[in-house]
């Protein structure tokens, strides 16, 4: 399916409608705004839901300086929670005002990549990451969820919308790091950077049974949020020399697995550098320009090494996996929710976010 | 190399042994006793350690009740906590006085199966397992280590023998259950039987990132301690339909993981009840008589459903991933030590072991 | 999605069509004929084929003995290859005409088993299997496929229809043996009976690296095509003692993986009595009855053995890649095509399938 | 075990030695020579070999130019087949007079690494290559060989030392792209450069159960041995777009697993440059300088791509499964066996190798 004749024909049927919501609309770099836009109306497989809480991704900052590009018009955001407004034709066990979180990743489960177990490449390259990419997000009144069948994941009456909504995109990418290294029991772990992602990789670690895990990060507050979220050692890279101090927490070894979770050369290479012969570097950032791999660490190509990438893991199963591990306890990610604005104050968010002012972690968005 | 030439030249060494030690001998079935017998040599790859702590298994009160076999003079246990009291030719990077853990199974690293990553087959079939099966065993004030260069773990300082003389059997096969089962993170877990093995079982479920687990026992005090393992409910089968009530608990899917811990026809077959299609049953357990797979819950064999079994794994390398797992407080096992004999007391904690008196999980032995 | 919901309202459709069509009707145990019947209608996500080749399956000589249930009044058959006759709504990327073939299996993809790679348990056990199973199969002049986007696979030009049609079932079964079993360059292989599905899964064997593949099988014609197929050797197992051939062939260690294509109590015990310490057992067969599970060459549960069980995969992708396959000359099962009949023949060529025949193996059908 | 000292106590007991051989001996960058040195003695756990067959790896002309750092004085070589002449305390189940195969890599099979499954890493990094590298090599008359349990693989009789030289080292490291790539059946494949590393991993890939193969090669006679290793097109990378065209021939989608077989930025790029998103980049090569990782289409770190790299896997079960593979005809590398010189003439077979002549791939040494 092409993901363009699908936006056209979703526009289309917007045009068509009457009633209007509020929505953040990206009309070019740094030209953002709230305005008024068509409810989405539900197609054969789709639904719409009403938003309850959403948030800001580091990824919708890159998408505002224009550094991530979509095109002008689009409402943006990826992590939406909320309740269902409309259901399209062909959808079964849903009923509207459903409660349901939906991944930033929304698989159609049909096309060759997903029936081949890779959903977050649906369709073509990154084609699973639709919302506030090819078709409208989260961060407005209602949203239209494509493929709906696949991707509405129904929030356990116990569960708060606030500690649900960080599954949608950091916790499911963060904690994919350790899962896509193939992390065992008693591994050693570092995670260079703890900013949002990095927070829920260190708590993926952990989940799936670290021993030694030690975060890399400067700033206190996050060095602090780290340990509590599963870190044993917090290494300030102003301070030390990280790859030396992380061989010598290892015997010399280096770890067995290295996540990156930043997206920049340094902490790419460094990853490489305190990973032991055999281990595996799993990264989670979005590099831009231009990566170099030094020979040296990578053994020249003889040391076992994997690198491996991951986009977020998206779907309902996997939502629901999440929810399950919120709800017995395994996870709690509300001490992330640093800061909540209402919709209309959103533009307020983006700042404060942007300039990771007051200590801001995540940012819950009310419409 | 055939186990039991090396069996026969270790006894003949151990003939010419001047100095001679306490040891428990089995001499057929119920038939036990603390003796004097000549304190064993190292020869070429092999060390002798000074026991320090030991304990006891419920696999020695198979052997001692004569249901499983093993020959008549033979000095039994295989949970060995010592120091090094003599290095045999070969060895690098040890010295006599260094604290070890060794583990129950004792893999050469160097044959067909242990170049194939099946270390616990070393040689044939179960043919790790050598302490107190096929040469002599811990319980004893001295104890020859085969391929002492594999399987030599130095104990961390900072740890104290109890906090890791369970890891030589028990923890490593506890936990190798959800390990075998490659459970997910999410995953849901049964595990039937809270014994020693499935305690640790329920312990491993919970370090690979278990959502809920369920413990099936009717003891009281092992339904505590389940809970204290990381069990979100315990299930008492004398009071409940357990397949009905694991279904209720899992919205009438099954769980993902199912893990066997107790060896019986009944255990067996509720595991394989409570198992969603594709699912797998990760069996700890040792069987005797007949087992029968039921053909409806094995969906007829249509259920891609996995039944994977595992002996403790064991090795130098598995030991000092696991001291590191109790290093970081992932793991503390010392509330199943329940109990504390000197070796000369052994008979009486083999008795209260048996008879499973006073609460007792696991029983430290001191030479 | 409740699946007989879905079969009552393709019932309510198909009563309103007008167009009538021959396929064969199961009316209960040993009564089957061909019938008019309406045409189906293709709704939401469904297309509708107008059958060009199937086949009959061993599952559906069980269906017509009453050994396996289904409904009275259904069409049975899941082996389709065909031209799209109609498409339904919310359906992309195919048109009228397009040639096409449908695996046994119709996963939705968009369920939490399908979501999680659980694509053959499509919404509950053995809920991917629909055709002649909970759903109208494949032995008509038209088929209604479910789940259309996710299940018609093209066919490229220069295949014919008998060139694919095997692979809808029993290739894809076949073949997933040893994929299910994680088989490796240089294992040894056993397959267990040269039917269909035992000679496809030796071929499967083959293609995933195995070193030397032995087939188990009385029959000369089969045992013939079983070395066409890839197997080294033959044993007939009338003629010989099997576990002991099997175990002398592989220097007394067993098979790595030991695979059961028949489902029954001798073959799967024998499968496991080949099997090597730390070896799979996969199974295919399905099984009735009681299946016992030997407890000695089980290692009394101590044998890190597997036993994995495989339903057929399905899906478009799966079909794609066992076509590329047959394009590339990977795999050709014409042989196995042994006979040909025109659907009006179709109870003849039951008859003759069942009675195993004039060295018959798979019967073509043509509408 | 330091290496270093197991290289100084191997040097004192050879100069012990009165008994002499000629070798291959190293003495800087371009002065290689035929030398008479100390035939090797076996210390404990060590066995002695008397070569008779052994060849030139590309590695060794980085040696012999110096862009590869090895000590003065070693014999280099690393690809050995002889006869064991001796053997050390503490071996079991060979005798003198046993022919058998080594690997190039001699895993210890008791170290961490080893027992972690990372046998080629063994005691450190790319610590199992140890023959021409930290201890003498087999490009002489006899050879001492390490971990000799370990490493001593008997050679069926009905193999000839032609038929299986070439495992030790080429057909290891070749096959293992497609192994640690997970290669599965129905997988494209595009292999860059068809020298003897690529041609071998060429023919592992369709021992695998790739569907579609792609050579990449400029050479014709290299091009057209690899379509009899198995490729189904080789693609002139002087004569065509390589890029454009893989992408062709998988109608846009990329090849699931694309090896790299040279150690060039270039080969690697393009590598990444066919891969689909969630594809495996198998690394073989040996990079030298800078290596740099194209941003774009590595999908910004979003591709879930997977870049693995494999050093040639060792130890005595890795060669018996190899030699398995020769002796039931899955394998025939004998073609690759293009040139065959006495050791005395070693240097002349150096020229030719290095010079890539007269159509050379592998060249046979005989002492």
Redesign the interface.
């Known amino acids: 399916?092409?993901t363009s004749?699908v936006a056209e024909e979703i526009s289309e049927r917007e045009s068509k409608s009457k009633e209007t919501m509020r929505a953040l609309v990206f009309h070019g770099p740094n030209r953002i705004g709230i305005e008024k836009v068509p409810v989405p109306r539900a197609g054969?497989?789709e639904a719409v839901l009403r938003i309850t809480l959403t948030t800001i991704c580091g990824t919708d900052i890159h998408i505002v300086k224009g550094e991530y590009k979509v095109r002008p018009g689009l409402v943006i955001g990826h992590e939406p929670v909320g309740v269902i407004h409309e259901l399209g034709?062909?959808l079964?066990?849903y009923k509207v005002g459903d409660r349901v979180l939906v991944g930033a990743i929304t698989?159609?489960?049909?096309?060759?990549?997903?029936?081949?177990?890779?959903?977050?490449?649906c369709g073509?390259?990154?084609?699973g990451?639709k919302f506030g990419n090819t078709i409208h997000g989260a961060q407005a009144e209602y949203l239209l969820v494509p493929?709906a069948?696949?991707n509405l994941a129904r929030i356990p009456d116990e569960l708060r919308d606030e500690q649900v909504v960080l599954l949608a995109d950091i916790a499911s990418t963060g904690?994919s790091a350790a899962?896509s290294a193939q992390l065992?029991?008693?591994?050693?772990a570092a995670v260079f950077a703890q900013g949002p992602i990095g927070l829920c990789a260190t708590a993926?670690a952990r989940?799936?049974?670290a021993?030694?895990?030690i975060g890399i990060e400067s700033d206190p507050s996050r060095a602090s949020m780290a340990r509590r979220m599963g870190a044993?050692v917090v290494l300030n890279f102003q301070e030390c020399d990280v790859v030396g101090e992380v061989l010598r927490l290892t015997d010399g070894?280096g770890v067995d697995v290295a996540i990156e979770a930043l997206?920049t050369q340094g902490t790419f290479e460094n990853a490489l550098r305190v990973l032991?012969?055999?281990g595996t570097l799993s990264?989670?950032?979005?590099?831009?320009?231009?990566?170099?791999?030094?020979?040296e660490p990578?053994?020249?190509?003889?040391?076992?090494?994997?690198?491996?990438?991951?986009?977020c893991p998206g779907?309902?199963?996997?939502m629901?996996?999440?929810m399950?591990?919120v709800?017995?306890g395994?996870l709690d990610l509300t001490p992330l929710l640093t800061h909540r604005f209402k919709l209309e104050q959103i533009t307020e968010a983006y700042k404060l976010f942007a300039e990771h002012r007051d200590g801001v972690l995540k940012v819950a968005i009310e419409p």
Not at 107 to 121: E, I, K, V
Not at 124 to 127: E, L, Q, S
Not at 184 to 188: A, E, F, N, P, Y
């Open positions: 399916m092409a004749t054969v497989g034709a062909g079964t066990g698989p159609c489960g049909q096309c060759g990549s997903c029936l081949s177990g890779q959903w977050s490449q073509g390259p990154i084609g990451w493929n069948q696949a904690i899962e065992k029991i008693g591994d050693t993926g989940l799936k049974g021993s030694l895990i044993d070894k997206g032991r012969p055999g990264s989670l950032g979005v590099y831009s320009g231009k990566l170099s791999l030094p020979v990578f053994a020249a190509g003889l040391g076992d090494h994997k690198i491996v990438t991951t986009l779907g309902k199963e996997r629901r996996r999440l399950e591990m709800r017995y395994r």
